[in-house]
């Protein structure tokens, strides 16, 4: 079961909030949309002594050119500077680092959801209004992955630790490409892994990297190749899945007959079948008391 952030509900009813002014950072504009989603997953907001901080975004030289649109976007002094050093992938890693130590557009970018420190579980998508495609294509080019896996199926995938980011991009999928996905963080580091793909993947790719967009290039490049992807014959489509009720459960227990069950249930054998092994065998809970709805 996916933890819950009591706020969440609000991220996803936007109606009864003001727009920003339309100045730094107005989240209604696309190119900041997606630059504040990249931010939020990929940068660092660190506090000084006094009035200093500074906002610092290192990633990948090969990246570097998206640090310079934000460093056109942004009306205060900042820059960009290289290094290598040796990190736990590579002994010599070369990176960019855009720094902007402005103390407005440090609180503005505060006020938006970006805390100072620590944030990878912090973080919320926006609480105004904001170009959610543009936002979230921003949060997948920092913290995603858009291509082809090793079978050559078309995937879009995100890596996350913050429970209203891993909800919100399963929430406004399901709107887009209509596949539902439960999120649970995964047992060896606690951390979101939410992956589409096949024709799902093209459908979002599609959308969230649309014609003229600003993105990093090679995921941008990506994204259009998974265009190409024909389904091969014979492939069957399976359908989202329907989760198990308690009654369900209740009633598959009673008849314990998958062949039986599956007719009762309007569900496949296989899937009676594997279900009646789950519960027996302790994998999922047993469902409480109650009328089987038969």
């Not at 630790?161 to 399901?174: D, E, I, L, N, R």
């Not at 599609?206 to 600003?214: E, N, V």
């Not at 389904?231 to 198990?244: L, V, Y």
């Not at 309007?266 to 709805?293: H, I, M, Q, Y």
């Amino acid at each position: 079961m996916a933890e819950q952030d009591p706020n969440l509900s609000a991220l996803f009813d936007l109606s009864a909030l003001t727009p920003t002014s339309p100045t730094f950072m107005n989240l209604e504009d696309p190119r900041y949309a997606y630059m504040f989603g990249f931010i939020q997953a990929d940068g660092h907001l660190a506090a000084g002594t006094g009035r200093k901080g500074r906002l610092t975004v290192e990633i990948s030289v090969r990246d570097i050119d998206i640090l310079r649109e934000f460093q056109q976007l942004t009306p205060y002094n900042s820059s960009i500077t290289e290094r290598t050093r040796s990190t736990n992938f590579a002994d010599a890693h070369h990176s960019a680092t855009w720094t902007l130590c402005a103390l407005e557009a440090r609180t503005t970018l505060n006020g938006l959801g970006l805390p100072y420190g620590r944030k990878s579980k912090k973080i919320t998508p926006p609480r105004v209004e904001f170009s959610r495609r543009d936002y979230l294509r921003g949060v997948i080019d920092a913290d995603g992955s858009v291509g082809l896996t090793k079978d050559g199926f078309p995937f879009v995938s995100l890596t996350t630790a913050s429970t209203a980011v891993a909800a919100y991009f399963c929430h406004y999928t399901k709107k887009i490409t209509g596949v539902s996905r439960h999120i649970k963080r995964n047992a060896r580091d606690g951390i979101y892994n939410v992956l589409y793909v096949k024709e799902a993947a093209m459908d979002l790719a599609a959308h969230l990297y649309y014609p003229g967009c600003l993105a990093l290039d090679r995921k941008r490049t990506s994204a259009a190749a998974l265009a190409d992807w024909v389904r091969p014959a014979g492939m069957r489509k399976i359908t989202d899945s329907r989760r198990w009720k308690p009654w369900e459960d209740r009633a598959l227990l009673e008849i314990d007959d998958p062949e039986a069950a599956g007719t009762e249930l309007n569900r496949t054998a296989s899937s009676c079948r594997n279900r009646l092994w789950r519960l027996k065998a302790g994998k999922v809970p047993l469902p409480p008391d109650g009328p089987s709805e038969l």
